[in-house]
């Protein structure tokens, strides 16, 4: 099972990507190497962008969700596919700004943004930050003040929904540590300061229910709730807010237990609910956004590991141990997450194995996956892991001081690298 169209087996019987054989792009360029097929990637983004456009009648933007997967290559590719980004940190602006991204489309979030990376946005001019508390308006409203700036501004609102996602990566209902509740009125709270305050100028609302979801229903009542919140913010203060930020999350498939929603068919049912309320309230249809990370970027990706020891524990369990794992992949870790792992030399076989894929660092939870499905492996032999575009490279750690891998993006056959191997000099550049 491949869950991407730009994986397929060659003749000689290997997992190839992009047209590249994976057996070829390890040896080159060693391992563990991420590469991304950049047609993929370009697809997502025209497939998102096209049906935005033609939902909301050419009145919204796609916002790359960097976090995902953030290095300059990637903020390239973005602009010349014409998407906005969400960045939220300091240092993904940064990156993002080298990388030559329109600081306009960039669109700056976080539940604790320094003063220091609020300073950045504001002396970058980026199109909007995504205000998350009242402290963090205050700080913003002083500062860009003493800046002579006016801060254009979202509010982040946790519009009460719980989606049907892992604990760690739901992000919609009130104990989320992200945004403004709207039960308890702080919202409401957040749109009359902001409205008084000098310095700010409100633009409209961002709302973001969690990640991996599977299922239209949240979002479509996301939307709802948000449309009236809109309402009642019109209804409060007499002010019509223009602009909705819809938040990411669309689910993608990682095993054949995924079934994710076609972009089209989200795109469809929450326009229309959103355009229903608009016209129930006699508001404006808002200027819409999204923000899809995982869904752009992570079945683009695979990651490619060299087979070290092969341990079989006599009716308990076979060990295939791996030259990285959580350093490189903490999803499993982290959320216990499921992939579809091969071995990428001899694809075409049967895959009559049964392993626990093994990292390499201290620590017995570094497993990549318990009990996957694989060809029988010798030690040299090629791994590779799919679906590991998203939230891999940009959760990658130097745990046991490990260096991080290479990322390369192929296309049409060809590869380059886009982020260089760590060396061992990098990671004592900052030793003191
Ligand atoms: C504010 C915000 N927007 C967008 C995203 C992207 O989410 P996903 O990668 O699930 O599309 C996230 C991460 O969950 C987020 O926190
Ligand atoms: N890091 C998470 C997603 C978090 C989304 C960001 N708010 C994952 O790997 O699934």
Same mark, same amino acid.
């Given at each position: 099972?491949?869950?991407?169209?730009?994986? !397929?087996?060659?003749?000689?019987?290997?997992?190839?990507? *992009?047209?590249?054989?994976?057996?070829?792009?390890?040896?080159?360029? *060693?391992?563990?190497?991420? %590469?991304?097929?950049?047609?993929?990637?370009?697809?997502?983004?025209?497939?998102? &962008?096209?049906?935005?456009?033609?939902?909301?009648?050419?009145?919204?933007?796609?916002?790359?969700?960097?976090?995902?997967?953030?290095?300059?290559?990637?903020?390239?590719?973005?602009?010349?596919?014409?998407?906005?980004?969400?960045?939220?940190?300091?240092?993904?602006?940064?990156? =993002?700004?080298?990388?030559?991204?329109? %600081?306009?489309?960039?669109?700056?979030?976080?539940?604790?943004?320094?003063?220091?990376?609020?300073?950045?946005?504001?002396?970058?001019?980026?199109?909007?930050?995504?205000?998350?508390?009242?402290?963090?308006?205050?700080?913003?409203?002083?500062?860009? +003040?003493?800046?002579?700036?006016? %801060?254009?501004?979202?509010? $982040?609102?946790?519009?009460?929904? /719980?989606?049907?996602?892992?604990? @760690?990566?739901?992000?919609?209902?009130?104990?989320?540590?992200?945004?403004?509740?709207?039960?308890?009125?702080?919202? #409401?709270?957040?749109?009359?300061?902001?409205?008084?305050?000098?310095?700010?100028?409100?633009?409209? #609302?961002?709302?973001?229910? *969690?990640?991996?979801?599977? /299922?239209?229903?949240? @979002?479509?009542?996301?939307?709802?709730?948000? #449309?009236?919140?809109?309402?009642?913010?019109?209804?409060?203060? +007499?002010?019509?807010?223009?602009?909705?930020?819809?938040? *990411?999350?669309?689910?993608?498939?990682?095993?054949?237990?995924?079934?994710?929603?076609?972009?089209?068919?989200?795109?469809? &049912?929450?326009?229309?609910?959103?355009?229903?309320?608009?016209?129930?309230?006699?508001?404006?249809?808002?200027?819409?956004?999204?923000?899809?990370?995982?869904?752009?970027?992570?079945?683009?990706?695979?990651?490619?590991?060299?087979?070290?020891?092969?341990?079989?524990?006599?009716?308990?369990?076979?060990?295939?141990?791996?030259?990285?794992? #959580?350093?490189?992949?903490?999803?499993?870790?982290?959320?216990?997450?499921?992939?579809?792992?091969?071995?990428?030399?001899?694809?075409?076989?049967?895959?009559?194995?049964?392993?626990?894929?093994?990292?390499?660092?201290?620590?017995?939870?570094?497993?990549?996956?318990?009990?996957?499905?694989?060809?029988?492996?010798?030690?040299?032999?090629?791994?590779?892991?799919? =679906? !590991?575009?998203?939230?891999?490279?940009?959760? %990658?750690?130097?745990?046991?001081?490990?260096?991080?891998?290479?990322?390369? @993006?192929?296309?049409?056959?060809?590869?380059?690298?886009?982020? $260089? &191997?760590?060396?061992?000099?990098?990671?004592? $550049?900052?030793?003191?």
């Amino acid at each position: 099972m491949f869950v991407s169209d730009c994986l !397929t087996v060659n003749q000689k019987g290997h997992l190839s990507i *992009g047209g590249c054989d994976t057996v070829e792009l390890a040896h080159q360029y *060693g391992t563990p190497l991420m %590469a991304m097929d950049e047609d993929t990637i370009r697809a997502h983004c025209r497939a998102f &962008r096209q049906s935005i456009d033609r939902c909301y009648d050419g009145n919204g933007l796609v916002l790359y969700a960097s976090k995902a997967f953030s290095c300059k290559a990637i903020y390239r590719l973005a602009k010349e596919e014409s998407l906005g980004v969400d960045v939220v940190s300091g240092g993904e602006l940064y990156t =993002a700004l080298q990388a030559g991204f329109p %600081a306009e489309r960039i669109y700056f979030h976080g539940n604790n943004k320094t003063r220091g990376e609020l300073e950045m946005a504001l002396d970058n001019g980026v199109g909007r930050i995504v205000v998350d508390n009242l402290t963090e308006l205050q700080t913003l409203d002083k500062l860009a +003040g003493e800046k002579g700036k006016k %801060a254009d501004i979202l509010f $982040r609102i946790k519009p009460g929904i /719980d989606a049907h996602t892992h604990q @760690f990566i739901r992000t919609g209902q009130i104990d989320s540590k992200f945004g403004l509740a709207l039960e308890n009125g702080e919202a #409401m709270e957040g749109v009359k300061k902001a409205l008084t305050y000098q310095n700010i100028n409100l633009c409209g #609302m961002h709302c973001h229910i *969690g990640s991996q979801i599977h /299922d239209i229903s949240p @979002f479509e009542l996301a939307g709802e709730v948000m #449309m009236g919140f809109l309402h009642q913010v019109k209804e409060q203060t +007499g002010h019509v807010m223009q602009e909705l930020n819809l938040g *990411g999350g669309f689910g993608v498939k990682y095993t054949d237990e995924d079934h994710p929603i076609p972009y089209e068919d989200y795109m469809e &049912r929450v326009s229309t609910a959103v355009k229903a309320k608009a016209k129930e309230y006699g508001l404006p249809v808002p200027f819409i956004l999204l923000e899809p990370g995982r869904s752009i970027i992570a079945t683009a990706g695979i990651t490619l590991y060299t087979v070290g020891a092969v341990k079989e524990i006599k009716d308990v369990r076979n060990y295939v141990s791996i030259d990285g794992g #959580m350093t490189d992949n903490p999803r499993y870790a982290l959320y216990q997450s499921s992939y579809d792992i091969l071995v990428a030399n001899r694809a075409n076989e049967p895959k009559d194995y049964t392993a626990t894929i093994a990292g390499k660092c201290c620590e017995s939870g570094d497993l990549i996956q318990e009990n996957a499905s694989i060809q029988k492996p010798q030690p040299g032999d090629i791994l590779a892991v799919q =679906a !590991t575009g998203a939230y891999n490279y940009s959760m %990658a750690s130097n745990y046991n001081r490990i260096p991080r891998p290479a990322v390369v @993006f192929v296309s049409g056959g060809k590869s380059r690298e886009v982020i $260089r &191997r760590e060396s061992y000099e990098d990671l004592c $550049r900052n030793d003191v």
